[in-house]
Nanobody
């Protein structure tokens, strides 16, 4: 069994910064990709950023230099830092990882429970 546990969401003022962390635990053989998605009210879930050894970093089309993703491969953690937050960044942010849990070649998608980010003064 695999768990992704997120932390770091909450209320942030416009122009402020945010750091989201996610830790994967459980029966993990290998993690291919770790990343963050977000879903604003009434909208579809969208990729924010992801990171892997083979592909490097990938970002959603809306992402500017305000977003940074990093990963600790030894600790199975991924961190998203966002600067200069704006109202349109408000959403539930979800951690995602493609994880192999046995000797097969199959990687399965796992999701965290989501962490709410609210941007308001």
């Amino acid at each position: 069994q695999v768990q992704l546990v997120e932390s770091g969401g909450g209320l942030v003022q416009p122009g402020g910064s945010l750091r989201l962390s996610c830790a994967a635990s459980g029966t993990i053989v290998n993690i291919h990709v770790m990343g963050w998605y977000r879903q604003a009210a009434g909208k579809q879930r969208e990729l924010v950023a992801s990171i892997s050894v083979s592909s490097g970093t990938s970002f959603g089309d809306f992402v500017s230099g305000r977003f940074t993703i990093s990963r600790d491969y030894a600790k199975n953690t991924v961190t998203l830092e966002v600067n200069n937050l704006a109202a349109e960044d408000a959403a539930v942010y979800y951690c995602n990882a493609k994880i192999r849990t046995d000797g097969s070649t199959i990687f399965t998608d796992y999701w965290g429970q989501g962490t709410q980010v609210t941007v308001s003064s």
